[in-house]
């Protein structure tokens, strides 16, 4: 990367995809200059919408993909976990060496086992995810060394992309749901810089509810030891306040 302070960006953004673009409009909003990637020309136009600067970046392990990133302040990594770790890796080091001062990872609930338990960010295992068949803790491992945050996020719930949706995988009706608003991720990202939140921190609704729940009106629940829940306790201690923290009362549940 580049080192003229005057084209020093505030936020980049590596993958600039569903979440990427929620964040970059926003950040454009609050009158920062961000940048995004993306492995295709094609997505330029809805990344130039957020007032972002669309930049190509793929993580293929075939060049060197930091060459084409212009230098920025804090940088958020948000790609599919079947990229080029080591190429991914590189950009985020080379990017801590010059002028970023802190990255933040989104990662996933995956690392944590599937048995029954609640997990906080020290049960993470190194297997591989039944989602996308990739090991995310090594992804993470590889990626971080300081000024890092790595939110290992639940399901995202948003603008188009709604809980019910036909395409999501519906699950038992009595499990807990392990989601997470767009709107609760995007303030944790800038939580976490502002914090300096270094290491794991869980992201998922700290509010307990069924799937069958969230169909209607009923209490919260409280974990049984015969579910597998997250631990968001990090996270709240570290003062962040969710805007969304119950699942049934959260908005895009429904197409």
């Given at each position: 990367?580049?080192?003229?302070?005057?084209?020093?960006?505030?936020?980049?953004?590596?993958?600039?995809?569903?979440?990427?673009?929620?964040?970059?409009?926003?950040?454009?909003?609050?009158?920062?200059?961000?940048?995004?990637?993306?492995?295709?020309?094609?997505?330029?136009?809805?990344?130039?919408?957020?007032?972002?600067?669309?930049?190509?970046?793929?993580?293929?392990?075939?060049?060197?993909p930091?060459?084409?990133?212009?230098?920025?302040?804090r940088?958020?990594?948000?790609?599919?976990?079947?990229?080029?770790?080591?190429?991914?890796?590189?950009?985020?080091?080379?990017?801590?060496?010059?002028?970023?001062?802190?990255?933040?990872?989104?990662?996933?609930?995956?690392?944590?086992?599937?048995e029954?338990?609640?997990?906080?960010?020290?049960?993470?295992?190194?297997?591989?995810?039944?989602?996308?068949?990739v090991?995310?803790?090594?992804?993470?491992?590889?990626?971080?060394?300081?000024n890092?945050?790595?939110?290992?996020?639940?399901?995202?719930?948003?603008?188009?992309?709604?809980l019910?949706?036909?395409?999501?995988?519906?699950?038992?009706?009595?499990?807990?749901?392990?989601?997470?608003?767009?709107?609760?991720?995007?303030?944790?990202?800038?939580?976490?810089?502002?914090?300096?939140l270094?290491g794991?921190?869980?992201?998922?609704?700290?509010?307990?509810?069924?799937?069958?729940e969230?169909?209607?009106?009923a209490?919260?629940?409280?974990?049984?030891?015969?579910?597998?829940?997250?631990?968001?306790?990090?996270?709240?201690?570290?003062?962040f306040?969710?805007h969304?923290?119950?699942?049934?009362?959260?908005?895009?549940?429904?197409?």
């Open positions: 990367m580049g080192s003229n302070v005057k084209e020093c960006y505030g936020w980049g953004i590596i993958g600039c995809g569903w979440l990427g673009r929620a964040f970059a409009r926003r950040m454009s909003e609050k009158g920062e200059r961000v940048w995004g990637s993306t492995q295709s020309e094609h997505n330029f136009p809805a990344i130039a919408e957020t007032g972002a600067l669309p930049i190509r970046c793929n993580f293929d392990g075939k060049s060197p930091q060459s084409a990133c212009p230098p920025c302040r940088l958020l990594v948000a790609v599919s976990p079947r990229v080029d770790v080591q190429s991914l890796a590189i950009a985020v080091q080379s990017a801590l060496q010059d002028q970023t001062r802190w990255v933040v990872m989104i990662s996933s609930t995956s690392v944590y086992p599937t029954p338990g609640r997990y906080s960010e020290e049960d993470a295992v190194d297997r591989i995810s039944p989602h996308s068949g090991r995310i803790l090594h992804m993470e491992q590889s990626m971080t060394r300081y890092t945050t790595v939110l290992r996020a639940g399901g995202l719930i948003g603008p188009g992309r709604p019910f949706r036909p395409s999501a995988p519906q699950g038992a009706p009595d499990k807990p749901l392990v989601v997470i608003h767009q709107e609760d991720v995007i303030r944790a990202i800038v939580h976490a810089t502002e914090q300096k270094e794991p921190a869980n992201l998922v609704c700290p509010v307990s509810r069924t799937r069958s969230c169909l209607g009106p209490p919260p629940t409280e974990p049984s030891a015969a579910n597998r829940s997250i631990s968001v306790g990090r996270l709240l201690d570290s003062g306040q969710f969304h923290p119950d699942p049934a009362a959260m908005p895009h549940l429904h197409p």
